[in-house]
């Protein structure tokens, strides 16, 4: 069934405190000679779409949206497209927020925004300005974008509207930023309401420390490192079943040093090796009490939650829960028949 939403960006007012959302469209079921209309007018409202002037394939596209806690991230794929957001529109429709624009895949993506034409790639991402008209020519793509209501960029930047236009850096904090803007929304349909509400307060974190950063602002340095710290725990969480998962692959995957890592983590009085092993056991701990896994020998969930050396994860497992893999895996099994 197709699912057409009341709107596809933030509304005036931030989404309730808590309260994040997860939808999903797809021009798949639309027929044909439709399917321009319905994404027009059903799905991405804020701008006037139309096929790729060299596009003789029916006009195709998928968009999934998480929006919550004062933002919203839109996963934006399909054929080449025309789209243009014209003055009077922007006058009309009342939007009223910046957007970071990431090109996760594009051969070449041409943008006209405040006067300023840009060709983007696979891999930048350019500040927007939804007051400022638009045209965007872009050829088979996908892309994904935060948007943040404007009062909350002035918190950093007084006039926002200076930075649109702008290509951002490709590492520091705005690599961080992309990092997790794409790992966010490739696992979002895996993910429960409470992930789906930390991931949208990392992401939010970590855009006004980048925008921070362009705007030649000092950036608060408790702001960075917390953000670091959200985005490092939520991809061991991810990652953690990976053997090969350790301090320095994850400060490889965030783009950061080992020392800058370390600090974050110190401010919770945490260290990230302890959070790995811990991150390693609750899968495992989990594996254990379900069901569905019965059939797994001891060492096998052992191998599958990162452990490589069985005698460690024993020693590690007892030492986190007080008592032994075997002896949980029974108290789940008797839990089990007296129910």
């Given at each position: 069934m197709t699912h057409i939403p009341e709107r596809d960006g933030p509304s005036d007012a931030p989404p309730e405190v808590g309260a994040v959302s997860l939808t999903s469209f797809s021009t798949d079921s639309v027929p044909p000679a439709q399917r321009i209309d319905y994404w027009h007018s059903g799905v991405l409202r804020r701008l006037d779409t139309a096929p790729g002037r060299d596009e003789s394939a029916p006009f195709n596209a998928r968009l999934t949206r998480l929006a919550g806690r004062g933002a919203e991230l839109l996963d934006h794929s399909g054929s080449a497209q025309m789209m243009r957001r014209d003055a009077a529109r922007c006058r009309?429709?009342?939007?009223?927020?910046i957007s970071l624009n990431f090109s996760v895949t594009s051969s070449a993506t041409q943008m006209m925004h405040r006067a300023t034409r840009l060709v983007l790639g696979s891999g930048d991402m350019m500040i927007h300005d939804s007051a400022v008209a638009t045209e965007i020519n872009r050829k088979k793509h996908r892309a994904i974008s935060l948007f943040i209501p404007r009062a909350r960029v002035k918190t950093i930047c007084p006039n926002p509207g200076l930075l649109a236009g702008r290509l951002m850096?490709?590492?520091?904090?705005?690599?961080i930023l992309r990092a997790h803007m794409q790992a966010t929304m490739d696992h979002a349909t895996h993910m429960q309401p409470q992930q789906h509400a930390l991931a949208m307060d990392i992401a939010m974190q970590l855009a006004l420390a980048a925008l921070s950063e362009?705007?030649?602002a000092p950036v608060?340095?408790?702001?960075?490192?917390?953000?670091?710290?959200?985005?490092?725990?939520?991809?061991?969480a991810q990652a953690c079943t990976n053997c090969g998962t350790n301090p320095l692959s994850v400060a490889l995957h965030l783009g950061v040093s080992r020392t800058g890592l370390y600090r974050a983590f110190a401010k919770h009085g945490e260290s990230v090796a302890a959070c790995i092993w811990l991150?390693?056991?609750?899968?495992?701990?989990r594996m254990l009490g379900a069901s569905r896994y019965n059939h797994l020998h001891i060492n096998e969930i052992a191998f599958r939650s990162g452990f490589s050396v069985h005698s460690t994860f024993d020693r590690m497992f007892k030492r986190a829960y007080g008592m032994k893999p075997g002896e949980m895996r029974q108290m789940s099994l008797e839990r089990g028949r007296t129910r």
């Open positions: 009309s429709d009342g939007r009223d927020d850096r490709h590492d520091g904090i705005a690599g362009e705007a030649a608060d340095a408790a702001v960075l490192d917390e953000g670091l710290y959200q985005a490092a725990k939520a991809y061991i991150a390693r056991l609750a899968y495992a701990s």
